[in-house]
């Protein structure tokens, strides 16, 4: 078997123990040096990161190939690639890239592979002088996301 494909194999093995967890990405540079980046339903923390770090570890042998292993969780101002960030993010305020629009919304729902973003914008008024703002809803496709990040506000 090629070492990269007992790795992968390593990976989906460990998360399968803890179900919570997914794979965002993973890779191996040309130093054998595996890098494992994970994200969960439910907030991610060091002994989880531990827990697969040792499930890939410990079934692969320094002496056939020499590598290093980093395994990392996803972070809070990376983008969201995975359908089960958005729905981990119902509820958070996002900025979503498309090709055709930019736009900050709060998350409201993720179905059938679309997200919908729930957007206050200030409108003028239907009768007289002046604006109002109305909650506009976009529906976007999971497709068509060139970049999805979450906004902290303080």
């Known amino acids: 078997m090629e ?21 965002i990405d993973w890779s191996i540079s040309s130093s054998n040096a595996i890098k494992i980046i994970i994200d969960g339903d439910n907030n991610i923390g060091v002994e989880d990161c531990v827990a697969l770090s040792r499930a890939v570890e410990h079934h692969l042998d320094r002496e056939e190939v020499d590598f290093s292993l980093e395994v990392t969780s996803c972070g809070i ?17 996002l900025n979503v890239k498309t090709n055709e629009i930019e ?13 919908i973003i ?3 914008v200030r409108k003028p008024k239907p009768v ?3 604006k109002i703002t109305v909650k506009e809803q976009h529906n976007i496709a ?9 906004i902290i506000k303080f």
């Open 118 to 120: 729930e957007q206050e």
């Open 3 to 23: 070492f990269e494909d007992k790795v992968k194999l390593l990976i989906d093995k460990g998360l399968e123990e803890n179900p919570s967890l997914f794979l």
């Open 77 to 93: 101002f990376s983008p969201l690639v995975n359908l089960r960030q958005y729905v981990k993010n119902i509820g958070r305020v």
């Open 103 to 115: 736009l900050e919304g709060v998350l409201k729902s993720v179905e059938n592979q679309t997200i």
């Open 128 to 130: 007289g002088k002046g």
């Open 142 to 150: 999971l497709t068509d996301i060139k970049e999805a990040k979450l």
